[in-house]
């Protein structure tokens, strides 16, 4: 059996990072397996939808790096469009199949037009929750007759067509995360499948387009383990054999509580925005819910694809922190590639008036862009601070003081510092070697401040906290003898003539 899994999103808007995570593991799944990891479009709630939702869940899980083999897809040019042979793969183009799956369950009295008003409802299941009862449909539209129907279709009576569970009989079916479970149809209700617009439900569109598509395997939140006994139902009813089912513990926050959009950061697109590198969100969700046999953390895709099993993930729910995902997006950044950060921060320093754009790149989705030189000395200043921060939005932190000729101390304790009685002697010598250097290279810097500590005694603290007070304004930051390279000779030497008229 060729392994095929979906991941089937309701274009309602952002990205939640409960469904990258439902997204990520199908497709390591597939991967894993060798199988075909599928991207379907459930779009039948029509007063849900919002407008280039699509074509930003799609550029989000581009983004991460999940994309689909088969299903809605990107093209090259950023258009939504499908490819694969089991298509449409946007429900609201499947209605005549729909169509034609709801009559055979009609005609087989397998369900049954229900013409009852949303008042009646509302009275019923008040009266149910009175009684203490659990509220469900009451079946009061189950037995009229054919000519009782279309009586009321000829008069042009609203009406959904719903599924009729049978009295008193054992759903069963095997959860690969929960074991075997089972559900009697007395604590069920008739699951409505076609709505009065005319668009089928989520289960009922769910089971047929998971049998057309030949799905094998269903993963997906553990918010559907209450469904599920309905579309097996559904499967049985049609005679269809059922997939296998996976569902997912929910992802909490750190009180333990669902994550949600009120507790801050939940969409890819809010950690797109903040500067985390794709890789490193896709390492820590892949984390959230599942552990590896050997509780490695930091992990690249292949090695996900690799390791990625079913029987590892927790029936409990997991925990995101955010702070645990900056200390594995830290371990990225150290790694990543200077270039790549550079353009990551331009947008950062250019909020902060740090740079001037010249416009925007067309190519790349937007961005601002800078003069090649500003360019340059963006990658230099990267290089040296990217140990010291865990994501690209904290850049503002120390960029600062690659900027500007005239010193900002950042607090009374390093005017202190600067007020001290050996820092003009500091000064001094640093702004004369400074000025003598014929290389000004880390390497050359660490000489620098070698030689004044063995020529004038100034060593430890006072000499690299003063240093770096006269350089930067701050009692602490990224390693001297680098910012030095970056600052550059001229810079540094008016950093230091600007940092001693303030003395006093």
């Known amino acids: 059996m060729s392994v095929r899994v979906r991941f089937a999103p309701s274009p309602t808007g952002f990205v939640h990072i409960g469904s990258l995570r439902t997204a990520l593991y199908n497709y390591l799944f597939a991967k894993r397996n060798g199988g075909t990891y599928v991207l379907r479009v459930e779009d039948t709630d029509r007063t849900r939808l919002v407008d280039g939702a699509i074509e930003n869940m799609l550029q989000a899980m581009r ?72 509220p469900k449909y009451d079946g009061h539209c189950r037995h009229l007759s054919k000519e009782e129907v279309q009586k009321k279709i000829d008069a042009g009576e609203s009406y959904v067509i719903r599924l009729k569970l049978p009295e008193n009989y054992v759903i069963k079916f095997h959860d690969l995360v929960r074991g075997d479970m089972e559900f009697n149809t007395d604590d069920q209700d008739d699951q409505v499948l076609i709505k009065a617009d005319g668009f089928p439900t989520y289960h009922f569109a769910v089971v047929v387009d998971d049998h057309l ?88 895709m292949k090695e996900l694809d690799e390791k990625f099993s079913i029987e590892r993930v927790s029936k409990s729910g997991g925990v995101f922190d955010v ?39 067309e190519g790349s989705d937007g961005e601002a862009e800078v003069k090649d030189e500003d360019f340059e000395y963006i990658k230099k200043m990267i290089h040296v601070i990217k140990n010291k921060i865990q ?22 304790d390093a005017r202190e510092f ?38 004038h005694g100034i060593k430890g603290k006072n000499l690299f906290m003063g240093t770096r007070v006269l350089l930067t304004g701050m009692m602490h930051g990224p390693e001297i003898p680098d910012t030095m390279e970056v600052l550059g000779k001229e810079l540094c030497v008016k950093r230091i003539e600007s940092a001693i008229s303030q003395r006093g």
């Not at 994501?391 to 009374?412: M, Q, R, T, Y």
Request: net charge negative; glycine share 6%.
């Open 63 to 134: 983004w991460a790096g999940v994309e689909s083999d088969e299903g809605v897809v990107l093209d090259k040019d950023g258009n939504v469009t499908q490819k694969g042979e089991f298509g449409p793969y946007i429900q609201s183009e499947r209605l005549d199949i729909y169509k034609e799956h709801i009559q055979t369950l009609l005609d087989e009295g397998k369900a049954y037009h229900c013409f009852c008003s949303k008042e009646r409802l509302d009275q019923v299941r008040e009266e149910q929750k009175a009684k203490g009862l659990t």
């Open 213 to 300: 598509m030949k799905i094998t395997h269903i993963i997906r939140g553990e918010e559907w383990v209450s469904s599920t006994p309905k579309h097996v139902y559904l499967y049985e009813a049609f005679g269809w054999d059922k997939p296998e089912f996976v569902h997912l513990p929910n992802i909490l926050n750190t009180e333990k509580k669902k994550l949600s959009k009120r507790h801050g950061d939940v969409a890819v697109e809010d950690f797109k925005r903040k500067g985390y590198i794709p890789e490193a969100l896709v390492n820590y969700v892949a984390l959230v819910g599942w552990s590896p046999e050997d509780n490695q953390e930091i992990f690249s």
């Open 323 to 361: 702070e645990k995902l900056k200390w594995v997006n830290q371990h990225y950044m150290k790694d990543a590639d200077d270039e790549y950060l550079a353009k990551a921060a331009i947008p950062y320093l250019v909020d902060a008036g740090l740079v001037d754009t010249i416009g925007v790149n």
């Open 391 to 412: 994501v690209i939005d904290e850049i503002n932190d120390l960029a600062p003081i690659f900027f500007g000729e005239e010193l900002k101390l950042e607090s009374e």
């Open 418 to 455: 600067l007020n001290m009685e050996h820092i003009p002697l500091l000064a001094q010598a640093l702004k004369d070697k400074i000025e003598q250097a014929e290389q000004f290279n880390s390497e050359n810097n660490q000489k620098i401040l070698k030689s004044i500590q063995k020529e």
